[in-house]
């Protein structure tokens, strides 16, 4: 059907690194015995007056992980824009208007922000939450399979709505795993929502089958389409409530194929991207509400009644934000106990910190927050270098990788916290050991190094894959190499060495990776399940996830007490960057006058590099080389400007008395 679209943007942590003798109150949990789930299809109805004309209103969030509170438990901090008390307010306003409204979870919804603190007892505070809210439908996330199969099967069935997802099946007779699709009655119109969930979840978790065992996740568009079939002649309107995004980082169907190839969708809402927009696609608007209830994603779907049939005459779809929202104090109260223990959890002292860990994450400001380049991911750092000196003793590896799951991961001198580990180490990752012939490992090494992007002939910054997550980009203990950023991908990796010898490509190295990572190197056929030595998880259950292992390093390996050790063992060439004209751009960039780009999405920084060619052009500042015999005064006579103008863009010159035929010297327009 022909759909009409306004679409308005309103602009209005960790796991439970054990308690570490922490005392957190909890209920009781309550087990329950797996048993084959009974799908039904009852249409729900959400009114029944007699109308021809009418709003059907749909809302969602998506990706909220974890949060109730507006708090930020790994920083120990608020966190103005996130948390379902935030996201009830909205709701509570937008059902007052429309009594009727579908309200409806994308997945990514129990997971981080220490929400696994909880995941013992019978129903999980957010799943609580949300029912509390009077959330309609909850899809599930890939994130939802972060844990053994019995906490999900415990909490779907705790949920008072309906559960989603079409393309997991039960691997014994192809039934559906979870409801497929959930109609509602509204007024008469029937609303038909589908859900989906990426069909990764067995890579993702290859190192825990047993946290998805009798499932298989199938491919997004043909489950889709086959889900539409089946509800041919059952609905009015059709909704997607997809945790997917609008592209797929594998190359499977994203959001942008399924508005094309399945043009019966009225609305589609995403998740899983962390993105934020409203867009348009054949004729389909599309929406998604960011990351950890940033906003509420809305549709307001007009239809009248002709002939018997239900038409639409008009989407409205906007995302409310949640920053300038009050929390809604019933769902503060209710679950102050998780806020509570979240807190004490996370300012419990687990050693500490002798010397900050990065003196200057941003490296071209120096300051905390990153804006422009992440230290850490240009030159070796002591956080990485931490992470994989723990995972190289766990696992008994000769080799490790570690990736910066936020830019701005630090440790600062003073107490080492609970927090400060989930700061470091978002994700409740566990240890995989794996056995690797070189030929494989270095195959492995180039493919995290494809995050750079190809130095250009004048770059003064080095930039990063708009196409590659940092969460993908490696870095190895255990090996020295070089990064020769000159050379397209593939062909980066320089002198690669193992204790002072080449890599020996037919040679089996035992390598440490987390468990995601492992379901990399199996996607890619470096290893296989048989290649698996060791997994933390198998011999340490909880006690086992990375953050665990780190807390226990600290406490066992380094008496409590952390200092900054740099392996040094890798870096950057194939790269010019002290061109005479890089401090004057630097400055530019701190003083917001150049913007160094970032992805579509805003998920990924630095994306494009800074060419001093682009700003030469402009006369912010040209260069000058110094002839025999020039002094400085001459030279600011020539331009007309002052010494001291000259000594500040060419913090090189120590002595304004001395300087050397043939240095090229920035100097500022006058």
Same mark, same amino acid.
């Given at each position: 059907? @022909?759909?009409?679209?306004?679409?308005?943007?309103?602009?209005?942590?960790?796991?439970?690194?054990?308690?570490?003798?922490?005392?957190?109150?909890?209920?009781?949990?309550?087990?329950?015995? &797996?048993?084959?789930?009974?799908?039904?299809?009852?249409?729900?109805?959400?009114?029944?007056?007699?109308?021809?004309?009418?709003?059907?209103?749909?809302? $969602?969030?998506?990706? %909220?992980?974890?949060?109730?509170?507006?708090?930020?438990?790994?920083?120990?901090?608020?966190?103005?824009?996130?948390?379902?008390?935030?996201?009830?307010?909205?709701?509570?306003?937008?059902?007052?208007?429309?009594?009727?409204?579908?309200?409806?979870?994308?997945?990514?919804?129990?997971?981080?922000?220490?929400?696994?603190?909880?995941?013992?007892?019978?129903?999980?505070?957010?799943?609580?939450?949300?029912?509390?809210?009077?959330?309609?439908?909850?899809?599930?996330?890939?994130?939802?399979?972060?844990?053994?199969?019995?906490?999900?099967?415990?909490?779907?069935?705790?949920?008072?709505?309906? %559960?989603?997802?079409?393309?997991?099946?039960?691997?014994?007779?192809?039934?559906?795993?979870?409801?497929?699709?959930?109609?509602?009655?509204?007024?008469?119109?029937?609303?038909?929502?589908?859900?989906?969930?990426?069909?990764?979840?067995?890579?993702?978790?290859?190192?825990?089958?047993?946290?998805?065992?009798?499932?298989?996740?199938?491919? +997004?568009?043909?489950?889709?389409?086959?889900?539409?079939?089946?509800?041919?002649?059952?609905?009015?309107?059709?909704?997607?409530?997809?945790?997917?995004?609008?592209?797929?980082?594998?190359?499977?169907?994203?959001?942008?194929? #399924?508005?094309?190839?399945?043009?019966?969708?009225?609305?589609?809402?995403?998740?899983?991207?962390?993105?934020?927009?409203?867009?348009?696609?054949?004729?389909?608007?599309?929406?998604?509400?960011?990351?950890?209830?940033?906003?509420?994603?809305?549709?307001?779907?007009?239809?009248?009644?002709?002939?018997?049939?239900?038409?639409?005459?008009?989407?409205?779809?906007?995302?409310?934000?949640?920053?300038?929202?009050? /929390?809604?104090?019933?769902?503060?109260?209710?679950?102050?106990?998780?806020?509570?223990?979240?807190?004490?959890?996370?300012?419990?002292?687990?050693?500490?910190?002798?010397?900050?860990?990065? /003196?200057?994450?941003?490296?071209?400001?120096?300051?905390?927050?990153?804006?422009?380049?992440?230290?850490?991911? #240009?030159?070796?750092?002591?956080? +990485?270098?931490?992470?994989?000196?723990?995972?190289?003793?766990?696992?008994?590896?000769? %080799?490790?990788?570690? $990736?910066?799951?936020?830019?701005?991961?630090?440790?600062?001198?003073?107490?080492?916290?609970?927090?400060?580990?989930?700061?470091?180490?978002?994700?409740?990752?566990? #240890?995989?050991?794996?056995?690797?012939?070189?030929?494989?490992?270095?195959?492995?090494?180039?493919?995290?190094?494809?995050?750079?992007?190809?130095?250009?002939?004048?770059?003064?910054?080095?930039?990063?894959?708009?196409?590659?997550?940092?969460?993908?980009?490696?870095?190895?203990?255990?090996?020295?190499?070089?990064?020769?950023?000159?050379?397209?991908?593939?062909?980066?990796?320089?002198?690669?060495?193992?204790?002072?010898?080449?890599?020996?490509?037919?040679?089996?190295?035992?390598?440490?990776?987390?468990?995601?990572?492992?379901?990399?190197?199996?996607?890619?056929?470096?290893?296989?399940? @048989?290649?698996?030595?060791?997994?933390?998880?198998? $011999?340490?259950?909880?006690?086992?996830?990375?953050?665990? #292992?780190?807390?226990?390093?600290?406490?066992?390996?380094?008496?409590?007490?952390?200092?900054?050790?740099?392996?040094?063992?890798?870096?950057?060439?194939?790269?010019?960057?002290?061109?005479?004209?890089?401090?004057?751009?630097?400055?530019?960039?701190?003083?917001?006058?150049? %913007? &160094?780009?970032?992805?579509?999405?805003?998920?990924?920084?630095?994306?494009?590099?800074?060419?001093?060619?682009?700003?030469?052009?402009?006369?912010?500042?040209?260069?000058?080389?110094?002839?025999?015999?020039?002094?400085?005064?001459?030279? $600011?006579?020539?331009?007309?400007?002052?010494?001291?103008?000259?000594?500040?863009?060419?913090?090189?010159?120590?002595?304004?008395?001395?300087?050397?035929?043939?240095?090229?010297?920035?100097?500022? /327009?006058?």
């Amino acid at each position: 059907m @022909k759909k009409f679209l306004i679409a308005t943007l309103i602009t209005s942590i960790f796991m439970a690194c054990n308690s570490n003798d922490v005392s957190v109150e909890k209920k009781e949990p309550v087990k329950m015995e &797996i048993t084959e789930r009974v799908v039904t299809h009852e249409v729900i109805v959400k009114g029944e007056e007699e109308v021809t004309e009418q709003t059907i209103r749909v809302a $969602a969030t998506s990706d %909220v992980h974890g949060r109730i509170y507006p708090y930020d438990y790994a920083i120990d901090g608020k966190d103005d824009d996130a948390g379902l008390a935030k996201v009830s307010t909205i709701v509570n306003s937008l059902r007052g208007e429309n009594p009727n409204m579908i309200l409806m979870d994308d997945g990514d919804t129990v997971q981080d922000n220490s929400s696994e603190l909880f995941n013992d007892l019978e129903i999980h505070p957010m799943v609580e939450a949300m029912n509390t809210i009077g959330y309609d439908i909850w899809t599930l996330g890939n994130h939802e399979f972060n844990f053994e199969k019995e906490f999900i099967e415990r909490n779907i069935s705790n949920f008072n709505g309906t %559960v989603l997802s079409a393309n997991i099946k039960n691997k014994k007779d192809g039934s559906s795993y979870v409801n497929p699709y959930q109609i509602f009655n509204v007024n008469g119109a029937r609303v038909a929502v589908i859900g989906v969930i990426p069909p990764y979840v067995p890579m993702w978790e290859s190192s825990s089958p047993s946290h998805f065992k009798g499932l298989e996740f199938n491919e +997004i568009l043909k489950s889709v389409q086959e889900t539409v079939k089946k509800l041919d002649g059952q609905y009015d309107i059709l909704i997607g409530s997809f945790h997917m995004g609008r592209e797929d980082q594998y190359g499977g169907a994203g959001i942008y194929d #399924l508005a094309n190839k399945v043009p019966e969708f009225d609305v589609i809402f995403g998740g899983h991207e962390h993105a934020k927009y409203v867009e348009n696609v054949n004729d389909t608007p599309i929406v998604e509400p960011g990351f950890a209830g940033w906003a509420v994603s809305k549709a307001d779907i007009h239809v009248m009644k002709k002939d018997g049939k239900w038409l639409v005459k008009g989407i409205e779809v906007e995302n409310i934000q949640t920053k300038t929202i009050e /929390a809604d104090q019933k769902i503060l109260d209710e679950f102050k106990y998780v806020d509570d223990q979240a807190k004490t959890v996370a300012n419990t002292v687990i050693g500490k910190v002798n010397e900050t860990f990065i /003196a200057r994450p941003d490296f071209i400001t120096g300051e905390d927050k990153v804006t422009t380049m992440p230290t850490a991911q #240009l030159q070796p750092n002591a956080v +990485i270098d931490l992470i994989n000196d723990v995972q190289l003793k766990y696992a008994g590896a000769d %080799v490790s990788s570690a $990736a910066f799951f936020k830019s701005e991961a630090n440790l600062k001198e003073g107490n080492f916290h609970n927090k400060d580990v989930a700061n470091i180490y978002k994700y409740a990752n566990t #240890l995989v050991g794996v056995n690797m012939t070189g030929e494989n490992l270095l195959k492995f090494m180039e493919w995290s190094m494809s995050y750079y992007n190809t130095w250009n002939e004048g770059d003064v910054t080095i930039s990063f894959n708009k196409d590659v997550r940092g969460y993908n980009y490696d870095m190895f203990a255990g090996v020295n190499y070089k990064i020769d950023l000159s050379k397209e991908a593939g062909n980066r990796v320089v002198n690669p060495m193992i204790n002072g010898e080449a890599i020996d490509l037919a040679k089996t190295y035992k390598v440490a990776v987390n468990n995601y990572r492992f379901g990399t190197l199996t996607k890619h056929g470096w290893v296989n399940s @048989k290649d698996k030595y060791y997994d933390s998880y198998e $011999a340490m259950q909880d006690a086992g996830r990375i953050r665990d #292992l780190i807390i226990k390093y600290t406490k066992e390996e380094k008496n409590g007490e952390l200092a900054p050790n740099i392996h040094n063992n890798w870096e950057i060439i194939g790269v010019k960057l002290d061109y005479p004209e890089r401090d004057a751009i630097y400055e530019m960039i701190r003083e917001g006058k150049i %913007v &160094i780009p970032s992805s579509a999405d805003g998920r990924t920084r630095n994306v494009e590099s800074i060419n001093r060619k682009d700003y030469i052009v402009a006369e912010e500042i040209v260069s000058y080389t110094v002839k025999t015999g020039d002094t400085l005064g001459e030279i $600011a006579n020539k331009f007309d400007i002052e010494i001291s103008e000259i000594l500040k863009e060419n913090k090189n010159i120590k002595n304004a008395d001395v300087i050397i035929a043939g240095e090229e010297l920035i100097v500022p /327009a006058n």
